[in-house]
């Protein structure tokens, strides 16, 4: 038998070797901490290529997102509690099909609606989400209601709203339902052995990724038009890849994270879930901005309008295709998509070209690293012997690793984020405008895959995250988005594959931009599951 002691000692040691050679590479003093995450943040930003907005094309109107309802809505052809009505029903469905939801709040919505048609009434506009169905993810704080964290006992009644609600509050969105995540936010399957596991609307066998699990599984299912997820390690674009529908992790500090549940500081990020890159810009034009309550955010170089320049022109634009750590391992199925993905871009004129390889592999060693210790110093107190006997095999076991990690091991890796962003966009960044690449290089896995703590299932959760926590240490911008369907190897019928663009700090206008022309010329997006035809 292994023994537990030794195992660790081996981990902190190959991390010690892996912090040395970065470091020795970017040229970094570990003491001296020269570039700090936010002047990296600033430094490798650039301006997003400008063009003359086009036409749009129609969509396909057999599945329409928020940007089109909302025309209905002006149009008084609907009202604000239609709208409400129609997805609460559609959200107690969902459901009971997927257990996406931990909480309808259908008084409130209601009382919402009523307040928002009132105005309209009254020839007042609305805001700029004005009657959109969201829902969000259970770990945003709201005075008065419980905030649940995907434990099996919810935390007590917040005492203040998170940022990010109140920016929705002013933007006249609806709040519908809070949902189903992962414990703690920690495992990116989407399964929860103490609170239950959720189900992927397109088999109810299957996972729907995590942790912001529920979150795409009711914008998937058409319940609502949107969600708001967080992502440590690419809990926004996992689940929104295996789900079929676009996520967006937002560059770091973009998007404050007050009165939001945390499991690690310097890797959380808020953002959007939608059937749509322009349903993802509407949302995150409502929520971004500087926020002095969120230690870790970062005013922006510049303010986008992510909205008004998703009909510019993404011809010429250059997409680098990254190989080896993102083709390693990929299902053939899955490089299908991915080649039949850049194909499309291909044919709207951008420019695909190679991009030079970079230690992703050192990189993501260094983020588990962060995000086990900060996720230990956080929650602690739940491995003490007294503590309640609350906690999940998997997240006791994760919150277990961080504990004897070094302090100057883990100053050490923060201390090279900011170096190894600077040398990231002057290598492979230097000559593209975004990257695109996989997030997951395996067909959708069984939820029964997780039942049991084993090699197996620990693979399986290691292949879920390693394409996209890179993406977090860095803190850069990256979309997910439909780019096809593949069939797993055990059963018949295909399930949703997604891909990631990946940009430099600030550049969500142009990733939503590439995101939409896409949209307009494929129908990836469009497809229902299931349970929603």
């Known amino acids: ?32 901490m020269p570039d700090s995450m936010a002047q990296a943040l600033h430094a ?45 029903d559609r959200l107690a469905q969902v459901q009971g099909a997927t257990a996406a939801c931990v909480e309808l709040l259908h008084d409130s919505a209601m009382k919402q609606a009523l307040q928002l048609d009132m105005r309209l009434a009254a020839g007042e506009p609305l805001g700029l989400l004005g009657g959109m169905p969201l829902a969000h993810k259970d770990l945003l704080h709201r005075v008065g209601r419980m905030a649940g964290y995907g434990m099996a006992q919810a935390a007590g009644p917040a005492s203040f709203d998170a940022t990010v609600l109140r920016r929705f509050d002013q933007a006249d969105a609806l709040h519908l339902a809070r949902l189903h995540m992962t414990e703690l936010a920690f495992d990116p399957s989407g399964t929860n052995a103490m609170a ?131 083709t390693a391992g990929l299902h053939p199925g899955i490089r299908a998509v991915i080649d039949q993905s850049i194909a499309s871009f291909r044919l709207l004129g951008a420019d695909i070209r190679e991009v030079p390889d970079f230690p992703y592999d050192a990189v993501n060693a260094l983020a588990i690293l962060m995000i086990r210790a900060e996720a230990t110093a956080l929650y602690e107190g739940l491995l003490r012997p007294q503590a309640p006997a609350t906690l999940g095999d998997f997240t006791r076991a994760r919150l277990q690793e961080g504990a004897p990690i070094p302090a100057t091991l883990y100053l050490q890796a923060l201390a090279l984020r900011g170096p190894l962003l600077l040398r990231f966009a002057q290598t492979v960044l230097a000559d593209v405008d975004v990257l695109l690449a996989p997030v997951f290089p395996l067909p959708t896995p069984r939820i029964d895959a997780f039942d049991t703590m084993n090699a197996q299932s620990q693979l399986l959760r290691g292949e879920l995250t390693r394409l996209t926590r890179p993406v977090n240490y860095l803190g850069l911008p990256s979309l997910s988005l439909p780019g096809g369907a593949c069939a797993p190897d055990d059963e018949p019928g295909e399930l949703p594959v997604g891909f990631q663009l990946i940009g430099r700090p600030y550049s969500e206008a142009l990733l939503l931009r590439l995101g939409h022309a896409f949209q307009k010329a494929t129908t990836w997006h469009l497809r229902r599951p299931p349970m929603a035809a």
């Open 1 to 32: 038998m292994e023994n537990p002691t030794a195992a660790r000692n081996e981990v902190i040691a190959q991390w010690r070797d892996t912090v040395a050679r970065l470091a020795t590479e970017t040229g970094t003093g570990l003491g001296l």
């Open 44 to 88: 490798t930003a650039q301006a997003v290529p400008g063009a003359t907005p086009t036409a749009a094309l129609s969509a396909d109107p057999g599945w329409h997102d928020w940007w089109e309802k909302r025309e209905r809505l002006a149009a008084r052809e609907v009202t604000v509690q239609d709208l409400a009505r129609a997805s609460l």
């Open 196 to 326: 239950g596991h959720c189900r992927n609307p397109w088999s109810a066998t299957r996972i729907p990724g995590g942790s912001s699990s529920g979150s795409a599984a009711v914008v998937a299912a058409g319940a609502v038009d949107g969600a708001l997820g967080s992502d440590t390690g690419g809990s926004i674009r996992i689940p929104a890849a295996l789900c079929g529908v676009t996520g967006l992790k937002p560059t770091f500090g973009l998007v404050s994270r007050a009165g939001a549940m945390s499991l690690s500081a310097t890797h959380d990020h808020l953002g959007p879930i939608a059937r749509s890159a322009r349903d993802c810009a509407l949302m995150l034009q409502a929520i971004a901005g500087h926020d002095i309550a969120d230690a870790g955010s970062v005013a922006a170089p510049r303010s986008d309008d992510y909205a008004g320049s998703l009909d510019a022109p993404v011809a010429r634009l250059r997409i680098g295709v990254p190989q080896g750590y993102f």
